[in-house]
């Protein structure tokens, strides 16, 4: 299959011959095959998993919509990072700043945006510390 990641700044990654892809909708994992049904689904923001050449490899989704017709699986983004692109440093400051928001919880603070803004760190580190 043809795997494309497309975020509104840039085309992330584009790659032929891949064997499986594992994403994290919001209702749960899906695991796409070659002659998958056609469907699209909302993502979670999460870590997107793909085979290519028995290859196992990974790309942060900070959510989006997910297309498959069972020939090429396509991901539209807000933002998507593969874990050479991921700054660790930047991702644990942001975690820090989320984590501070949800602690002092006040009229001030929108806890679904500091929720979200923690997700998406959280998915930054755990990539940028997990072998595929
Ligand atoms: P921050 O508060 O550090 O900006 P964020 O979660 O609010 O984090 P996003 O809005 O998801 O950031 O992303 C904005 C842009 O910055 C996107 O292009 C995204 O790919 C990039 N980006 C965000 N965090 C990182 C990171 N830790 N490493 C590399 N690129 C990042």
New binding site residues.
Partial sequence: MKLKVV?P?RVVLETEDVEAVYAQTVDGDVGILPRHIPMVTPLAIDVLRFVKQGQKEQIAI?GGILRTNGKEVSVLA????LAT????V??Q??KE?AEARLRQLNSTVDEGRAKL?MT??LT?IRLKQTKP
């Fill in positions: 975020t700044d900070m807000d933002a998507a990072e692109e991921i700054d660790l930047r991702a400051q942001a700043r803004a998406r760190a930054r």
